[in-house]
């Protein structure tokens, strides 16, 4: 038995793990697809459902789906870079501070709408929370 096989290094992380760059990207495009693909293809059923009119529903659907692609595109790249991370965090963390900011100031959402935007805000802040944490284990 040769020594390589009686010693164990850690194996890496997958690529699309939870706990990498690339993977909180991934999750991060899958969660906003699904939400700004449902936005647009159901802007009058959620925005009775939520208070917020067919209007501004289909404009975020069309934002989030966009911002869905870039992000998933920025998630395939081998070793995204750290600015373009640093980009999409900052941009998470506006959604989520003007997502409050919109529910305290101007909108008057039904109850499902006044669950869903902090719901939603808090995911996006999670998103925050796992991308930074996640650049910051990233060894360049």
């Keep these: 038995m040769s020594a390589n096989a009686t010693t164990r290094t850690p ?17 991060d495009a899958v969660v906003t697809g699904g939400n700004g693909l449902a ?3 159901l802007p009058g059923p959620l925005g009775d459902l939520l208070g917020i009119g067919r209007s501004t529903l289909f404009g975020l659907g069309l934002f989030l789906t966009v911002y869905a692609l870039l992000v998933a595109a920025l998630a395939t790249r081998p070793r995204p ?3 373009a991370v640093l980009t999409v965090v900052d941009l998470n963390a506006a959604w989520t501070v003007l ?11 039904t109850t499902a709408g006044a669950v869903w935007i902090p719901a939603q805000a808090a995911v996006v802040a999670l998103f925050v929370a796992l991308q930074l944490t996640a650049l910051r284990r990233d060894v360049r």
């Design 39 to 41: 936005y647009l293809a």
């Design 81 to 83: 870079h750290r600015l």
């Design 11 to 27: 194996s890496p992380a997958p690529a699309f793990s939870p706990w990498t760059v690339r993977g909180t990207l991934a999750l």
């Design 99 to 109: 997502s409050l900011v919109a529910l305290a100031a101007r909108l008057e959402p």
